[in-house]
């Protein structure tokens, strides 16, 4: 079902666990939906004056897709600059992996996400311009997720009496 | 690898090397169609009929009540289909559990289109059904009701007695997924009309189980073609299957007690020692339960990846997580009994077999906490801190 590229990451993770000082933290998913996905970013400038993304690390909950895709893209965006990682789609977070069963494609793109909201956040609290693709990509991400709060809400607020097969939310 | 440890037999068990050895000469020796006249065909129709009666005797019921099909979820789907196309005049009510195995569940949903209603019971936070939910929710057209046995995830023990009692005083069928349940506990069968089980989860092999239907109940087979098995299930018999699970039931039976004892003491040290692991909790029944299945969920880390770091050191178990599925929908059951959804995405299931040994849940629980400790690292869900 995986690539040995995917197990490989999912048991050796690279830069897992929570950064001590970090610029930013995109934080996507959803407990409910069974993956959460926390990346750190510590932007530097290097020897050019560019800003590079100089540590990567995450912290997620979610199945070994998501754990291999945190890994992946924490390898992918590390080094380099921000205008880089805001390129990283979900397709070379997947395709890197060798790719993903199309179950599981969800979860490349919650680890560019990740990635994408945390640059999102770095460069807000810089008070920076925001590139109008970012811009978009962030309130796509944030109606994503409100739109999954809603809909969970109203399967936990279900009335169980109904005697009606349930309809569960759909995460993907 | 080292030796692995199989705690998935909930999934499907080991073929006993008796089983395999009873079925062996149906696939070259006496491998005659059980319907053909000569000597090669009565070999098999032979081995076909010895095989239901010696079912039909440790069930306690008639052998021409036992239909033999592909597996359970035929015969499931036998019982609830073919029930309600014996229908005249069509339509009627179909009662089953929130809880149900999806051969169960999916059998009654194709049905609603079809102009039939259903009522799925609730369960309490043990995944029990009140006999009395059932009762209430019987309508003048029910005309089945169908609770498992034993739940296949959560281990839960369902009153299948006294459901089916209540049904046979208002004249409603009552069928019952007996998949798990074979083989472990009594089963009521006076209690029941209709009941469906396989082979491959008793050390049997796959691709075969059977209906018990009771005389007199109507039924509208689903295949057509040779008028097999009563006109109940055309096709021809699968004769070495068919040897294979009646051998795998007198293995059961036989074994049964010593089997079953052994399990309970896995079950409740397996229990007792999970439990002392911060941020975890029993789906299920403490005592009220299959001996075999025992269900947890653990806080902050997701089942698959568990499943997966658990095979990795070499230990077989499965998850009721919602990553499996289509649209990360977590188990219907874990749902159903009130797991919060948060902890649904984090169960494992462990079910132990007839050789599963303390030595192999001890392998389990020593590596338990250290792998739950490692995807627990990685989450932002943070327990115990």
């Known amino acids: 079902m995986y690539t040995e590229k995917v197990i490989e990451h999912f048991r050796h993770p690279h830069n897992m666990g929570k950064m001590k000082e970090y610029s930013a933290v995109g934080r996507v998913g959803n407990i409910l939906c069974g993956d959460v996905m926390w990346l750190y970013i510590r932007v530097e400038r290097d020897a050019t004056g560019r800003e590079v993304i100089a540590d990567v690390s995450w912290e997620t909950f979610g199945c070994t897709a998501a754990i291999a895709t945190s890994s992946m893209v924490s390898d992918l965006a590390k080094g380099r600059t921000l205008e880089e990682a805001i390129a990283i789609s979900n397709r070379d977070v997947a395709n890197q992996l060798g790719g993903l069963p199309p179950i599981k494609m969800h979860c490349s793109g919650l680890a560019a996400d990740a990635l994408s909201e945390a640059i999102y956040e770095y460069l807000t609290k810089e008070g920076r311009d925001i590139p109008a693709a970012l811009q978009a990509r962030h309130e796509h991400i944030q109606k994503d997720m409100a739109t999954l709060e809603e809909r969970y809400k109203v399967f936990l607020d279900r009335d169980p009496s109904k005697g009606k097969t349930d309809e569960a939310p759909s995460c993907s | ?385």
């Not at chain 2, 074979?182 to 189980?209: C, E, I, N, Q, T």
């Not at chain 2, 039931?249 to 079950?267: G, I, K, P």
């Open chain 2, 1 to 385: 690898m080292p030796d692995r440890v199989y705690l998935d037999n909930s999934a499907t068990t080991q073929v006993a090397r008796a089983v395999v050895d009873a079925m062996a000469p149906y696939f070259d020796v006496r491998y005659g169609n059980a319907s053909s006249l000569h000597s090669f065909g009565q070999e098999a129709r032979h081995a076909v009929e010895e095989s239901r009666e010696s079912m039909a005797d440790s069930l306690g019921v008639r052998a021409d009540e036992i239909v033999f099909t592909s597996g359970a979820t035929e015969a499931d789907n036998l019982a609830i289909v073919g029930a309600a196309l014996a229908r005249s005049g069509g339509g009627g009510h179909v009662i089953a559990s929130k809880v149900e195995h999806d051969a169960v569940l999916r059998a009654v949903e194709w049905l609603q289109p079809m102009g039939f209603a259903v009522t799925l019971a609730d369960v309490d936070g043990t995944g029990r059904v009140d006999p009395e939910t059932v009762r209430a929710a019987l309508r003048k057209d029910t005309f089945l009701v169908s609770i498992m046995a034993g739940n296949n995830e959560i281990g839960t023990l369902e009153p299948i007695a006294e459901i089916g009692r209540i049904c046979r005083e208002r004249g409603v069928l009552f069928h019952t997924d007996a998949v798990q349940a074979l083989g472990k506990v009594d089963l009521p069968m006076d209690s029941v009309d209709l009941l469906a089980a396989s082979a491959h989860k008793l050390h049997g092999p796959k691709g075969v189980g059977f209906l018990y239907a009771r005389r007199g109940t109507r039924l509208v087979p689903l295949t057509h073609g040779g008028g097999h098995e009563r006109g109940l299930r055309s096709g021809t018999e699968n004769v070495p299957a068919i040897v294979g699970f009646a051998a795998a039931l007198r293995l059961a039976l036989a074994e049964r007690d010593e089997v079953t004892a052994r399990m309970w003491r896995l079950r409740r040290r397996i229990i007792d020692r999970v439990l002392r692991m911060p941020g975890t909790r029993l789906n299920g029944h403490p005592e009220d339960s299959l001996p075999h299945i025992t269900n947890f969920s653990f806080a902050g880390i997701e089942g698959e990846s568990l499943v997966m770091k658990l095979d990795e050191a070499g230990i077989a178990a499965s998850t009721g997580s919602a990553c499996s599925s289509p649209n990360l929908e977590p188990s219907h059951v874990l749902v159903a009994i009130g797991v919060p959804l948060s902890m649904a995405h984090g169960s494992l299931r462990i079910s132990t077999g007839r050789d599963t040994t303390d030595a192999d849940v001890e392998r389990l629980l020593d590596v338990l906490p250290r792998v739950v400790g490692e995807l627990r690292a990685m989450s932002p869900f943070k327990v115990g801190e």
